[in-house]
């Protein structure tokens, strides 16, 4: 982070960016924005001027071309960008330039008033938000190179953007406001234009107001963007402005404490139950997100799942916007569509829309086969696919056999497997493993594990103290299974571990090629397996057709030594893992996944499972216990580990 600097609002296109450097240049823009819409600066990894204007078309922001020098002439200058040194004096106390201007309605004075917030960290920017708010973007966006941000940040302030430049443009005045048209109460007329240099702040946001107004579609259909494709909708708009009907130190007063621990950004440090107080709510963001997942838009996964854990963790009722937006990753976005929930009977019209969506639902079918990503899914639309049946037909053959496994059995996939069928495949699982050597232990992980009524499929970890057991291990049990009738297809088949003679993997540092790049969760031994109980009613009288479900079963072999990071690391939740490994990169230096923990220093193996004289711990939950220990991260059980 460079917290002194005084950045504009920044947008980060993910163009030619990887997913460890998006993340670590996320966490460093202390004015990120996640909303294009809302940037003054777009910041990219770029250096071509088309380029540039391709990654805008690809986020749907049309701009106009200024012509050098117009935009100071004729429209201002975008606060921030042209001061060669916006560097906070020495000792003065650090107040971040306001990310958003809003536009606040007064009920006692009738009128609105442009304000700018001056805050000192996130939270409080949370807490001075005004429910009855509109964000208002700077109408010139500037899209600068990557370097300018780095350079700026080593140079230790605000660099000029003249060499970094490379499209300056302006926005329609249709776009000025970001959040859904509505119809708000009836506008002051202004008593002078606001080109006029001696209008009031409240003059120009009544102004501003009116001409967006005037701008937005009428009536209560409005339009709604997936990648090309477009639909309109009857459901009631989103509010831009949300009332307000008491003074901003009454809410403060009558909202619950924030837990200190969702000060933190590391998800990794929070309880999160397996259902949270807004659980309802939480669900309609997981549906957006999902959207978000299959068309592609990575950057909007990242802010949902963020907002989602955070929502997931707060121990209280939502009761309104503004508690909504002083919490930590959610901010005005968030509470909007709270906002809307709220007044819409629990929906928000955007899930609504996407449920809806004919595309989405393609996407979403061609998603769930297992085997396939949101890629391939938009590969198997554009295609001209549209249902199984044009799977089967058309591309049949150009499937690898995991995906026609995952289309032959789809519906048995989909169906959830209830709590003590879970638990019965484990125990089959284990007898099997200890007719093979005993001594073998397991852990059921997983959503199971979790505390979740019904899982999507079964996680198995299966370990042993003595290492040469687990050598090798993953084929034998195969086998044995297959021989029993348990397993009728195996899908993937990993012996790696067991192939560099189950030594954790050494890590090779930032600079390692893209092919070696993020295989860390993948060098655990193990089977991804269909499963299929071979006992049925009928089968000793003859009968062949066996009617039990097809299930996904993942079983993987840990050495003793590991088998705790193993437990850890299929056990929690997706936002949960991700934040402890940024936790262990950032706070601790360390790399960590679920076949052991390594130093970043010198790359080698850290052993966080062993007591201080070395002995292996007794069990794989107590294994489990120490590397919380000694990460120095307060233990947190299964059922709190539940991010979303």
């Known amino acids: 982070m460079a917290p002194e600097l005084d950045f504009p609002i920044i947008f980060l296109l993910s163009a030619h960016l990887g997913s460890e450097e998006m993340q670590e240049l996320e966490e460093q823009i202390p004015t990120l924005t996640y909303d294009i819409n809302e940037a003054e600066v777009i910041l990219g990894k770029v250096s071509r001027k088309e380029r540039a204007l391709f990654e805008l078309r690809k986020h749907k922001l049309f701009l106009e071309e200024v012509p050098p020098g117009e935009e100071a002439d004729k429209h201002g200058t975008v606060p921030g960008l042209t001061s060669p040194n916006r560097k906070r004096a020495a000792g003065s106390p650090i107040s971040p330039r306001s990310k958003r201007r809003k536009v606040a309605a007064s009920p006692a004075e009738g009128v609105f008033d442009m304000y700018h917030s001056d805050t000192t960290s996130d939270t409080e920017s949370h807490a001075s938000y005004m429910t009855s708010s509109a964000v208002i973007p700077e109408p010139i966006v500037k899209v600068v190179k990557l370097s300018w941000f780095t350079d700026s940040t080593q140079a230790g302030e605000v660099l000029p953007l003249d060499k970094y430049l490379l499209f300056v443009g302006r926005r329609p005045s249709s776009s000025v406001i970001v959040t859904k048209p509505m119809q708000p109460p ?55 402005l949300l009332k307000k009907s008491t003074s901003e130190e009454e809410i403060d007063r009558n909202l619950p404490p924030i837990p200190a621990y969702l000060h933190t950004t590391y998800s990794c440090q929070r309880p999160t139950p397996v259902n949270p107080p807004n659980e309802a709510f939480i669900d309609e963001l997981k549906k957006i997100r999902t959207a978000r997942t299959l068309t592609g838009d990575k950057i909007g996964v990242r802010a949902y799942s963020s907002a989602i854990a955070t929502l997931a963790a707060y121990p209280y009722k939502l009761s309104s916007a503004h508690e909504v937006a002083r919490l930590p990753g959610c901010g005005s976005k968030i509470a909007l569509l709270f906002q809307e929930w709220r007044d819409n009977n629990g929906r928000i019209a955007e899930a609504v829309e996407d449920e809806s969506d004919p595309r989405l639902a393609v996407l979403k079918l061609f998603y769930e086969i297992w085997g396939v990503g949101e890629t391939t899914a938009r590969e198997f639309y554009n295609r001209g696919w549209r249902d199984m049946d044009d799977v089967v037909e058309y591309g049949w053959d150009s499937l690898t056999r995991v995906q026609q496994i995952g289309v032959k059995y789809y519906d048995e996939f989909l169906a959830g497997i209830p709590r003590d069928e879970v638990a019965r495949i484990g125990e089959k699982v284990l007898e099997h493993a200890n007719k093979i050597s005993l001594g073998f232990e397991m852990v ?94 009928g089968k000793k009288k003859g009968a062949t057709k066996n009617p039990n479900p097809h299930r996904r079963v993942d079983i993987i072999i840990s050495p003793w030594k590991t088998a705790g990071c193993a437990v850890l690391g299929w056990t929690s939740g997706t936002t949960f893992q991700r934040d402890l490994r940024r936790y262990c990169k950032k706070e601790r230096q360390l790399k960590f996944d679920s076949s052991g923990v390594r130093s970043r220093v010198d790359g080698q193996w850290v052993d966080l499972e062993s007591d201080a004289q070395g002995r292996p711990a007794p069990d794989m939950l107590t294994a489990e216990r120490r590397i919380f220990e000694k990460l120095g991260l307060e233990w947190r059980a299964p059922e709190e580990r539940c991010t979303g």
């Not at 409240?202 to 090309?228: F, V, W």
């Not at 993937?492 to 540092?509: D, F, H, Y």
């Open 186 to 240: 009836p506008l002051p007329t202004p008593s002078t234009s606001m080109s006029t240099s001696t209008s009031t702040p409240a003059e120009k946001a009544a102004a501003i107001l009116k001409r967006a107004i005037q701008d937005a579609p009428t009536g209560k259909s409005y339009s709604h963007h997936h990648g090309n494709h477009q639909r309109s909708s009857a459901f009631p708009v989103r509010p831009a």
């Open 444 to 537: 059921i992980v997983g959503g199971y594990r979790r505390g979740k009524k019904v899982s999507g499929d079964v996680d198995l970890v299966l370990s042993h103290r003595d290492e040469k057991a687990t050598e090798g291990f993953v084929e034998k049990i195969v086998l044995s299974l297959e021989a029993a009738g348990y397993i009728t297809h195996t899908l993937i088949l990993s012996t790696k571990n067991t192939e560099r003679g189950q030594m954790p993997v050494a890590w090779k540092g930032n600079s390692r090629g893209k092919d070696e790049a993020g295989t860390g969760f993948d060098t655990l031994d193990k089977a991804l397996v269909v499963w299929q109980d071979p006992e049925f009613e």
